[in-house]
């Protein structure tokens, strides 16, 4: 594919950086600033600002007009997350779910009344999605989930758990998959898609404190929760149709690269002030070497990122670059953190809100953060398992 871009893709990123320039959220725009500490204030500065995103044109920008989207291409997508990243605006990772997975999800498979109920308040931020696809027995391997969904009338009742829900306890729906057929040949069979009220009976959210100090991730208890079967996505029995899409969604407009392009700039002026042995950090070779090798890296990552576009462009479906890219940029950002760490030594431990703190106290809370990116999304192993099969096309022994 050609990366050059066209005229008119480069008057779309001008205008996208100047509109982000001219409306950031005051204390937004540099490194370190994660909006409110406290989590439901987050949630409404997030709601907030997506809203804004909402009434100026440029919420959902993939989405099509017809459902309040603007109707961009995937290139444009990747455009604007580069911008996005590079402007450091609002994380809005707590709306994700919705906007990323659940809105696309029920323009392709979703019923007409579903649409209509959930895609315009999910585009301007006012509620909050979570999803229900991890167990404790089925992480990466989705279709060994045991949450039973047992039909009865017009009526599907829900009893198990899931983990690692993110934002559980803030969310007012949530995507869960069940399995409503336990004597399926096969166990890609009988598992069924449904969009479940957060608020009814029988719902428990426990959350789980991570090592950052936050509460993101979530344990859920279903108690024998009566969802609606008009509730269901797709067809009964017939959901892991429904959950390709919504992974391949997520696969589609990866762009791992535009978040650890603005860390990597980030890095190398740090390391250009870091003392170290009489000079700074950059003066090291080593240093040199390993900034290089990731600036590097997240180059090539941007590449693959544009790969895969072109490829859901052609065919409709991202291709294999999707687990390509996982696996890459995981790796890679936990190398970048860890490499400010090294730099940094005691002073990388200092918190946000300390004055010492280098960076406002973002990379102690990125070095944290970063262990979980080769667990979440699908581990590194799995990743590894699926490149050896479908795109080296290893055998299996």
């Known amino acids: 594919m050609d990366f050059r871009e066209t005229p008119e893709l480069t008057a779309f990123r001008v205008q996208v950086r100047e509109w982000l320039q001219a409306n950031l959220p005051p204390g937004s725009g540099k490194p370190g600033r994660r909006g409110p500490t406290e989590p439901g204030e987050r949630i409404r500065f997030a709601k907030a600002w997506q809203a804004r995103l909402f009434d100026d044109g440029w919420a959902g920008l993939a989405w099509p007009k017809q459902y309040g ?74 279709a060994a989930l045991r949450t039973r969904g047992e039909v009865q009338g017009d009526e599907i009742v829900v009893t198990g758990q899931k983990i690692w829900t993110s934002f559980a306890q803030y969310a007012q729906w949530c995507i869960l998959i ?58 009964i029995d017939k959901g892991w149709d429904v959950i390709l899409d919504t992974l391949s969604v997520e696969r589609a407009s990866a762009a791992p690269h535009a978040k650890l392009e603005s860390e990597l700039a980030l890095l190398r002026a740090l390391a250009k002030r870091v003392p170290l042995r009489g000079g700074v950090a950059a003066d090291d070779p080593v240093i040199r070497q390993k900034l290089a090798e990731y600036s590097t890296g997240c180059l090539t990552l941007k590449v693959n990122a544009y790969r895969n576009a072109e490829t859901v462009l052609r065919t409709g479906r991202p291709g294999p670059q999707g687990s390509l ?39 102690s809370h990125e070095v944290l953060w970063s262990r979980a990116a080769t667990i979440y999304a699908g581990t590194s192993e799995v990743q590894r398992n699926i490149i050896s099969d479908r795109v080296l096309r290893l055998p299996r022994r």
Request: aromatic content about 8%.
């Open 69 to 142: 989207g603007r109707g961009e291409g995937i290139i444009e997508q990747l455009v604007w997350s580069e911008e996005y990243a590079r402007a450091w605006a609002p994380d809005l990772i707590m709306l994700a779910v919705g906007i990323d997975l659940v809105g696309p999800v029920l323009i392709s498979k979703g019923k007409p009344w579903q649409r209509e109920r959930f895609l315009e308040k999910i585009l301007n931020g006012e509620e909050v999605w979570c999803q229900g696809f991890s167990e404790p027995d089925a992480g990466s391997d989705l």
């Open 178 to 235: 069940v399995r409503t057929d336990p004597e399926a040949p096969k166990k890609h069979d009988g598992i069924s898609f449904l969009l479940v009220d957060m608020a009814s009976p029988g719902i428990e959210v426990r959350a789980l404190t991570e090592m950052t100090g936050e509460d993101w991730f979530n344990e859920v208890f279903f108690d024998e929760v009566r969802v609606p079967i008009e509730n269901v996505v797709g067809e």
């Open 325 to 363: 890219l996982k696996l890459s940029w995981s790796e890679l950002d936990q190398k970048v953190k860890q490499l400010a760490s090294e730099m940094l030594g005691p002073f990388g431990l200092l918190l946000e809100g300390d004055p010492r703190a280098p960076d406002a106290g973002h990379w």
